[in-house]
């Protein structure tokens, strides 16, 4: 898988590897503990989707909130990145992000069958078009700073090498800024509109 230029699953850390593995493991998760995690907790029940279709969603506050939440994310990643850490957060943000994904997808089908698919779809649209291809840059970024400093990967200068890694980085936030503004102002949309025929 290529995106920009860069190979995914193919270098030292295999990303979308991890990524799958992680959305498996998420699906067994909520699969074996589906008595506590369904029956329990409510979560994603009729009862909640039924307060979330009458709810009014202030558009402003929602983009603000997810703004500091994947701006959080993106600086610790790249902080820990810069140690020792950084390979070990890589791949467990990796599984985190795929398990995240199938956990949802198996909470809805589960609950919904074949119509939590679109359900889950719909909480989705459109900002993971944007995240999806933001999540394996941040990590493959923060692989390659890792690399960088602790194994001098490649030959270029120390100048070079940070130049690059900013470019790539600020890509990766602007990104995420405009993922954050359809989160914000369309998804609410899309999503309380498949609520109300659903």
């Known amino acids: 898988m290529r995106i920009m230029g860069r190979s995914f699953g193919a270098g030292r850390v295999p990303v979308l590897q991890l990524f799958i ?3 498996l493991a998420g699906i067994l998760i909520v699969k074996v503990g589906e008595g506590i995690l369904l029956t ?3 979560l994603f029940d009729e009862e909640v ?3 979330m279709k009458y709810m009014t969603v202030d558009c402003n506050e929602l983009f603000y909130y997810v703004l500091r939440k994947r701006l959080m994310a993106i600086l610790i990643l790249a902080v820990l990145s810069t140690t020792y850490l950084g390979l070990a957060v890589c791949v467990g943000a ?3 992000y795929g398990a995240a994904a199938g956990g949802l997808l198996a909470v809805m089908v589960i609950r919904y069958g074949l119509k939590g698919i679109l359900l889950a ?3 989705l649209f459109p900002h993971y078009l944007i995240y999806f291809p933001v999540i394996f840059m941040l990590l493959a970024w923060g692989e390659d700073v890792y690399g960088c400093i602790y194994h001098r990967y490649g030959t270029e200068t120390e100048k070079n090498i940070l130049l690059k890694k900013a470019g790539r980085l600020a890509a990766v936030v602007g990104m995420t800024v405009a993922g954050c503004a359809l989160e914000g102002y369309v998804n609410p949309a899309v999503f ?3 609520l ?3």
């Open 121 to 123: 779809a719909a909480s």
């Open 21 to 23: 593995a992680g959305f």
């Open 196 to 198: 109300k025929i659903f």
């Open 49 to 51: 989707l039924y307060h």
């Open 40 to 42: 329990k907790t409510g």
């Open 192 to 194: 309380l509109s498949l």
């Open 94 to 96: 990796a599984l985190w």
